[in-house]
């Protein structure tokens, strides 16, 4: 029995990514075994023959609908649909691009397909994967098009996915729409062995310092920042704490006057 409740109602209804039959998810690579990182019979969860396969990357099909649910044409269609007419440009055919409001030549846009990756619609939230050299683009397109309008960047965040080969850093962009009360996200995904990403700074200002807590956190290098330098650790600090492979403890801390030891040094009252 479903619930009644508006949101719980949209995240069941939203989920537009295509199921998989058991045929289908065997043929997928292993990503990992177990849980919680166990590799011995530590591993009390219960969880030790569990088996994760890694998810293919597809795009939502059509319908998108919209934050209730999907199960007809709404309001990410219309979205979808005047990103892909603005991409294109007025009149232009499909052999052509057209730059952005406002843009270099260096920003001429590709047709929607080359410029977005993949759309992917899970409850209730609609997000665009953008190719890293056409972010600065679709992210002044997004702003500046009448039928968008998506004037505010309410914060830029990291993922980190170490077994996502070619993409384990994610940057994540939240767009809102104070015109038309609207939210989406732009995705760009670059490795670790190439960590840059460019900066939105020019086209929104408020993305300065969300970008630099993610390359503090993360690592990820935003071309073209005006200060990328750190904004929570210690200007010395090795690596960024939140990637999954950086260590989980036994890391000193040291403070004015004192220093706290790491956890795997402190004394036990067990």
Not at 36 to 51: C, E, P
Not at 101 to 117: K, R, V, W
Not at 213 to 237: C, K, N, Q, S
């Amino acid at each position: 029995m479903s619930s009644q409740h508006p949101e719980q109602k949209a995240e069941q209804a939203a989920d537009q990514l295509p199921a998989h039959s058991a045929e289908e998810r065997r043929e997928q690579p292993v990503v990992r075994t177990g849980m919680f990182g166990a590799k011995t019979t530590g591993d009390t969860s219960g969880y030790g023959g569990l088996v994760v396969r890694q998810s293919p990357k597809v795009s939502a099909p059509r319908p998108y609908g919209g934050p209730a649910g999907a199960a007809e044409a709404g309001e990410f269609d219309e979205i979808a649909d005047e990103l892909e007419r603005a991409l294109r440009g007025p009149g232009s055919s499909p052999e052509e691009a057209q730059r952005g409001p406002g843009s270099s030549p260096a920003e001429t846009l590709p047709l929607y397909g080359d410029a977005i990756e993949r759309v992917v619609i899970d409850r209730g939230e609609m997000t665009f994967f953008v190719r890293r050299e056409h972010l600065l683009a679709v992210a002044r397109t997004m702003r500046d098009e009448p039928s968008l309008r998506f004037e505010l960047c309410s914060g830029v965040s990291g993922v980190h996915y170490p077994r996502d080969t070619g993409a384990e850093l994610h940057s994540v962009v939240h767009l809102l729409s104070i015109t038309r009360n609207r939210r989406v996200r732009l995705e760009v995904t670059c490795p670790d062995a190439d960590p840059h990403v460019p900066s939105l700074v020019p086209v929104y200002p408020t993305s300065d310092w969300h970008e630099r807590e993610t390359y503090d956190f993360f690592g990820i290098v935003y071309d073209g920042h005006p200060a990328l330098t750190r904004i929570e650790m210690p200007d010395d600090w090795v690596g960024h704490p939140q990637r999954k492979d950086y260590p989980l403890g036994g890391i000193p801390v040291e403070y004015r006057g004192a220093e706290i030891p790491p956890p795997d040094e402190r004394r036990s009252y067990t």
